[in-house]
């Protein structure tokens, strides 16, 4: 997916411009392996990890990927193996009863950027 455009007051948008915000998708990142650190590109897709064994999804601090602040990733475990959202080194996950694990197979979290090196989680999750 690419960065989303930014707009300003009284621009005209070109025809291009108009059918990518009409036929906007959310598109997929298919992970199979027990570890991923999400990169730029995930900014708004649904990252799915599908794999029987459990699974390490990490969140790079600012310094390695410099997200945006409002960035969201897309969260889903599509295999057996359950998902952990980790962070990584000086980042801080926050999430109602820190939880931070995909609560079954199809579960769905989003994690939201809020500040340089916080991000917040939510979705359906367990501890």
């Known amino acids: 997916m690419a960065t989303r455009q930014s707009f ?12 990518s ?38 969140i790079p601090p600012n310094s390695s990927v410099a997200f945006g602040i409002g960035t969201q990733i897309n969260v889903m475990q599509l295999g057996a193996g359950q998902v952990t959202i980790t962070a990584g080194a000086g980042v801080t996950l926050r999430s109602a009863g820190s ?18 090196d916080t991000w917040v989680v939510i979705g359906n999750l367990s501890a």
């Not at 199979?32 to 708004?44: E, F, I, K, M, P």
């Not at 990890?49 to 990490?58: H, Q």
């Open 8 to 19: 300003t007051a009284g621009q005209v948008l070109t025809a291009a411009q108009q059918n």
């Open 21 to 58: 915000l009409a036929t906007a998708q959310i598109a997929l990142n298919a992970q199979t392996g027990t570890t991923y650190t999400a990169v730029l590109g995930d900014d708004g897709k649904l990252v799915t990890c599908s794999n029987a064994a459990a699974i390490a999804l990490t």
């Open 99 to 116: 939880k931070l694990k995909t609560n079954a197979q199809y579960a769905v979290a989003t994690c939201c950027k809020i500040d340089t």
